[in-house]
């Protein structure tokens, strides 16, 4: 059964998407899934709004047969500012992910822009991140899971969620974690046998939780800055998906190469997510 019954992907109206990543499409385009697909208006036109909400709604029921195979799609179009509105249809509908496009970035701009950043931070569910421009699929090959785990209290929960979408991608598990060379202690661990010492330990830490939860899935521990260790990990194993929480940083190491599954701080687990049923404006 899929993990992700309820699936919320806001549309942009203006380059629409682009087809799903295999990853992304064996998460959430199942025959259990709900997916609505919501566009936000900014504009209040209230002359023709009737008109315009007529001819929105036929042009998300025609990406609907374009994108989708398995899942059931509704479609709704919400007025107002994009993160409160996407925001407010995952909260009162009950939404157990949401997928966001992150699309080209001027320079000197965060790649994530300000309402994927927003709802990142705010949104109480799992969140998916596809971007523009993907590595192309190797499909000689299968594609694994790369797990990027912080030791900040999100750790379990990024796993857990980490090991489930391997098993619905039927997918290898790579878990990674970073030893950062930073703080108070930095200066030991450039001593190599401190930094052994430190690896060793860590990767203890990292295998006994594996243990609890995916037995026999790889283990690797990398030195330096998070983003960097998990980046290299990525593209060494050409992931086809990496699942991480904590910081939201973490995510950029997947920029362009794969999609994420976001887990941060906040996120319900299955168990916590209420079955709330939105009145809204869908068809």
Known sequence: ?????????????????????????????TNESEITLLHVVESQPWLGRYQH?????????????RQFRGARISRRIEWGRPADSILNVIRTAGMDAVLLSVGHAPMDTSPLGPVVTEVLAEAPCPVLVEWAIT????R???????????????EETVLKEAVWAAERMEAPLKIVCALELDGPRAALLWEPSNREREIALL????????DRWSPGSAVQVGVGLPVSVFSRVIRLHGAGLLVTGGSRE???????ECPVLYVGPGKRSRAERP???????TA
């Not at 590595?135 to 190797?138: L, Q, R, T």
């Not at 299968?142 to 912080?150: F, G, H, S």
């Open 135 to 138: 590595a192309p699929v190797n």
């Open 53 to 65: 909400t007529a001819r929105l709604m036929t042009e998300l029921e025609l990406l609907a047969h």
């Open 275 to 281: 079955a709330v049923f939105a009145a809204g404006r």
């Open 203 to 210: 990767r203890s830490r990292i295998e006994e939780m594996r």
């Open 1 to 29: 059964m899929s993990n992700y019954n309820r699936v919320l992907i806001p549309i942009d109206m203006t380059p629409g998407i682009g087809p799903l990543t295999p990853a992304v499409r064996r998460l959430i385009d």
């Open 250 to 256: 973490a995510l950029l190491a997947a920029e362009s």
């Open 140 to 154: 000689a090959r299968t594609q694994p899971v790369c797990c990027a785990i912080r030791l900040d209290g999100s």
